[in-house]
T-cell receptor, first 113, second 113 residues
Framework: GDSVTQMEGPVTLSEEAFLTINCTYT??????LFWYVQYPGEGLQLLLK?????DKGSNKGFEATYRKETTSFHLEKGSVQVSDSAVYFC????????????FGAGTRLTVKP | EAQVTQNPRYLITVTGKKLTVTCSQN?????MSWYRQDPGLGLRQIYY???????DKGDVPEGYKVSRKEKRNFPLILESPSPNQTSLYFC????????????FGEGSWLTVV
């Protein structure tokens, strides 16, 4: 079945460092891909998404490109801030049934001043 | 404000005592679902509903029940809670077609002792 694998954390960076969180997927057909973010004590909220190959999703300085050839959707940010500290989830929405959303295990990011 | 509201946010209960976690959305979404979040496992879907009176099992339905009598509400019922159901639970909703953003509630911390 469809699945998502993302790099294990935790990840600790200094402010203004470059961030990459790797995400790869396995799916039949053409899934939509998402990154969700969970700030402490809150629910998940959509960070960005891409619905077809070569699409780039972007939001709040974060970017991810849908790479069908490598089945990847890596999250990047050029300069992280302390406020970016959160848990990041990669997810896919496949075609098995409507909104069958599969999540990765989550990567906890801590940014230190 | 568009939102998914779940209650209670925090609950400690004893083994075998039936409990219900309520979920309500004000976006007229057709699709609603319940997830549990456990360390290292990401989010796993418990049950989902594609419309009123239409519910189906997700990946980890054992020990849970749901109902969808109205479009806006999707309660999660634990008939006889056990300690392995201690977890963080999220209700979610979406417009109902593949690739759409899923909106999450803020989560309900449940501890079964």
């Amino acid at each position: 079945g469809d699945s998502v694998t993302q790099m294990e954390g935790p990840v600790t960076l200094s402010e203004e460092a470059f961030l990459t969180i790797n995400c790869t997927y396995t799916a039949t057909g053409y899934p939509s891909l998402f990154w969700y973010v969970q700030y402490p004590g809150e629910g998940l909220q959509l960070l960005l998404k891409a619905t077809k190959a070569d699409d780039k999703g972007s939001n709040k300085g974060f970017e991810a490109t849908y790479r069908k050839e490598t089945t990847s959707f890596h999250l990047e940010k050029g300069s992280v801030q302390v406020s970016d500290s959160a848990v990041y989830f990669c997810a896919l929405s496949g075609q098995a049934h409507n909104n069958d959303m599969r999540f990765g295990a989550g990567t906890r990011l801590t940014v230190k001043p | 404000e568009a939102q998914v509201t779940q209650n209670p946010r925090y609950l400690i209960t004893v083994t075998g005592k039936k409990l219900t976690v309520t979920c309500s959305q004000n976006m007229n979404h057709e699709y609603m679902s319940w997830y549990r979040q456990d360390p290292g496992l990401g989010l796993r879907q418990i049950y989902y509903s594609m419309n009123v009176e239409a519910t189906d099992k997700g990946d980890v339905p054992e020990g849970y029940k749901v109902s969808r009598k109205e479009k806006r509400n999707f309660p999660l019922i634990l008939e006889s809670p056990s300690p392995n159901q201690t977890s963080l639970y999220f209700c979610a909703s979406s417009p109902g077609t593949t690739g759409n953003t899923i909106y999450f509630g803020e989560g309900s911390w449940l501890t079964v002792v």
